[in-house]
């Protein structure tokens, strides 16, 4: 007898009773869409129109970010960067009993991830990273299915359901990073989710040491467990993890070898154990030629550089710096595609530069400071023209620079000092619109100084002593805007020109007098007297400027919603729009002379500190008082923002303040930095802001009492505090001991703590 016969004979109750469960348990179109527009009334979203088409007239098929399996009921819900806010209602978009995929990421909402979630029991793919949730994440042992989880920077903390989480065996994809969940040791649960191909645990407060059972997921083609407090020894089973593309462990406290066998990692096309206590050399990473990134840096790593590195095709970007490497640089290193920078500062290399790292023309940072180089710069580098930072310093490098590499226009910094170079600077430094600060201490350069240096604009410092050049210095120099503090006085500017010998001035005793059959002397007065005039109209300008700026309390707006560019250096925990709105006074901790800063608290607890550079030119800064109106001015333009990324960006040391990322709009620029902890330098400045006891306070109330002569000693020592090269910056103990010396009669009813680092100085990297 068949099924429907049987089924025919039913009696007719219970027939009619058995149709009437069918109905009742199966979801009707009526239903979905009433789910649907539940969801909508808890959300609500900014400038998209996503939810335009979610209306009761309409099919949940045609609802924007819907999709229908074959029997028109709803099976994913696509809503990822929809700028939505809210609450999400698990309970009730589980009762679409077909979903097989949520997608709500890189949202802002928040509340918590109710229990609800576990009747989705269809579901594939839950995505809620990059939103701003609360608590802990519910017990998800019923999602059977699911083969995609991705909670990172979700905002969830507590304790992780880790033994839940150990029977969704179809698991292939699973990213958990930037958390702020309890510490723990590496989940052993883990080890058995065998699918997996994608394992993110980075900053998750993950402890201890990797635990051999990672060789069983031999699928990994992605392991990242950085920035956590794990130790020991980088287990040998890693090696057997021959799909690894990236391998991320930097900012750890691993200790050892790099394991045998990490050689059999030949797919691996990002390697980066930084930051940690690793030793040895470096003999393991000769084989693994599809190596693209490779970072080492802060490490007590030994012995040579691989020849076979100069045969690896695909590498673009080679950081070894702060390690106690020998031996040369391979000569055909980074000669075969589009290579970007190197940084192997801080060693014991020998050998020549390597002459075809810019062969491609990409390469911006070339960086082989403090190490036992020798030759000369290769002529090849004349013509990289993406080239940004140049610093060869402290090395036995010698012979002419080629000329083109003075004029590079792209070039940022110029450091060439402590060498043994020769020979003139041309004139195609007046190329270098991009220069900003130029080094050349300690070397045998020789010849006149060209007065076409006065066309590199954007030069803010110039160190140009102890050498042997001579002539006249150019009165061109007095075109130059940007380069202030130290030249508010003849001694003062002269400092950047000592120990040169042929150098003659008429007005200044350190340099001896130019002959009277130059025809020179003239000019060079002239030149001092515009330049000391020029100077110090703009230094009293920019002195008053900061007075009031302090004592100002404009209010400010929010930021007006631009089309931003994140740009990070390190894996981020934060969206821009989180930092956006967090720029407002109630935020404020500090205002100088380039900018304000104001501390960020995330939703997951973490403090930040945000900088808003201000605009370098006078005009601008008198229309942009607030950052608000800076924000919405459309021709700003900043190069102390250009500089400072520069300098920051490749920096990640423990001791050193970490430049996050950069987010930027045709009209803002903005910094994002780690905020240090309480007690700190930041909350120091922050106290005696409050206080009103900060530097320029303490200059400002004692100039008004001097005389012309101590007000502008008093004025210079404060322009050598807002010289926009942070290195240059005295320390607070320096400026106490010049305040004293400038007026000591006027300080003896000041206090300043003596063993407070002068702010601006703190973080600032040797690259």
Not at 362 to 370: A, C, F, I, S
Not at 492 to 509: I, T, Y
Request: charged residues 20%; hydrophobic residues 40%; glycine residues 6%.
């Amino acid at each position: 007898m068949s099924v429907r016969q049987v089924f025919w004979q039913w009696p007719p109750l219970m027939l009619l009773f058995f149709l009437l469960f069918v109905v009742l348990a199966s979801p009707s179109k009526a239903d979905e869409i009433q789910i649907l527009l539940s969801l909508k009334s808890h959300l609500k979203e900014s400038n998209t129109g996503v939810f335009s088409s979610w209306t009761e007239g309409n099919s949940v098929c045609n609802f924007t970010g819907i999709v229908c399996n074959s029997n028109g009921l709803v099976s994913k819900i696509n809503l990822p960067q929809q700028n939505l806010v809210g609450v999400v209602p698990f309970d009730s978009i589980c009762g679409l009993q077909s979903l097989e995929k949520i997608d709500l990421g890189g949202n802002s909402l928040y509340g918590g991830i109710t229990a609800g979630l576990k009747n989705c029991t269809r579901l594939q793919v839950l995505d809620l990273g990059l939103n701003s949730f609360s608590g802990e994440v519910p017990e998800l042992s019923s999602l059977h299915n699911l083969n995609f989880l991705n909670l990172n920077n979700s905002g969830v903390s507590g304790t992780f359901p880790w033994k839940a989480v150990q029977n969704l065996t179809s698991l292939a994809f699973l990213s958990l990073g930037d958390n702020p969940f309890d510490s723990i040791p590496f989940p052993v649960e883990v080890l058995k989710l065998e699918k997996l191909y994608w394992l993110y645990l980075t900053n998750c407060s993950m402890r201890g040491e990797i635990p051999d059972g990672i060789q069983n997921l031999t699928l990994l083609e992605n392991l990242e467990l950085s920035d956590n407090q794990m130790s020991g020894e980088i287990p040998s089973g890693i090696g057997k993890l021959k799909k690894l593309r990236q391998l991320e462990l930097y900012n750890n406290s691993f200790t050892g070898k790099l394991p045998v066998g990490l050689r059999n990692l030949t797919s691996l096309k990002n390697f980066d154990v930084s930051q940690n206590r690793l030793e040895g050399d470096l003999s393991e990473l000769r084989f693994l030629n599809q190596l693209e990134s490779l970072h080492l840096f802060e490490n007590q790593f030994s012995g040579e550089i691989p020849v076979e590195f100069g045969d690896f095709k695909n590498l673009i970007e080679l950081s070894l710096y702060r390690n106690q490497i020998t031996g040369s640089l391979p000569q055909k290193i980074g000669s075969w595609t589009g290579f970007e920078y190197i940084d192997v500062s801080e060693n014991f290399l020998t050998g020549t530069i390597p002459p075809d790292m810019c062969k491609n023309g990409m390469m911006t940072d070339l960086l082989v400071l403090q190490n036992k180089l020798t030759g000369t710069i290769p002529e090849s580098y004349a013509n990289c023209k993406s080239l940004n930072r140049l610093r060869v310093n402290n090395n036995s490098l010698s012979g002419s620079v080629p000329p083109g590499i003075w004029g590079l226009p792209n070039l940022s910094v110029m450091d060439l000092s402590m060498n043994q170079f020769e020979g003139p600077v041309t004139g195609d430094i007046g190329n270098a619109k991009s220069l900003g600060l130029l080094t050349l201490s300690y070397n045998r350069f020789s010849g006149e100084l060209p007065p076409r240096i006065s066309q590199a604009s954007s030069l803010v410092t110039i160190f140009l002593d102890s050498n042997q050049f001579s002539g006249q210095i150019p009165s061109e120099i007095c075109k130059l805007k940007k380069l202030v503090p130290e030249a508010l006085n003849i001694k003062a500017f002269s400092e950047g020109f000592n120990g040169n010998p042929g150098l003659c001035s008429q007005n200044d005793d350190n340099f001896r007098p130019c002959s009277s059959d130059s025809g020179t002397s003239h000019h060079l007065r002239t030149f001092l007297w515009c330049f000391i005039a020029g100077t110090l109209v703009l230094l009293i300008s920019l002195a008053c400027y900061l007075f009031v700026k302090l004592k100002q309390n404009i209010p400010e707006n929010s930021l007006k919603k631009n089309s931003w560019d994140m740009k990070s250096f390190r894996v981020l925990s934060f969206s821009e729009k989180e930092i956006i709105d967090a720029v407002k006074p109630e935020n404020l901790i500090g205002k100088g002379g380039s900018g304000n800063v104001y501390k960020v608290v995330l939703n997951n607890g973490k403090e930040l500190a945000v900088k808003h550079i201000w605009p370098s030119n006078s005009i601008d800064r008198k229309n942009c008082r607030t950052s608000s109106a800076m924000l919405t001015n459309r021709t700003f333009q900043s190069s102390e923002y250009v500089a400072e990324v520069a300098t920051l960006s490749a920096v990640r040391h423990v001791n050193v303040v970490k430049l996050y990322c950069s987010i930027t709009s045709e009209d803002s620029n903005l910094l994002v930095y780690e905020y240090l902890p309480n007690g700190s330098l930041w909350d120091r400045l922050h106290t005696k802001m409050k206080s009103k006891e900060t530097l320029l306070d303490v200059v400002d109330s004692t100039i008004s009492e001097a005389s012309k002569e101590d007000a502008l000693k008093i004025l210079t020592i404060a322009m050598h505090c807002t010289t926009k090269i942070p290195a240059l910056r005295p320390s607070m103990r320096m400026v106490v001991q010049m305040l004293e010396e400038a007026a000591p009669c006027m300080l003896t009813d000041i206090v300043v703590d003596k063993e407070w680092t002068w702010l601006p100085k703190v973080g600032v990297p040797r690259h």
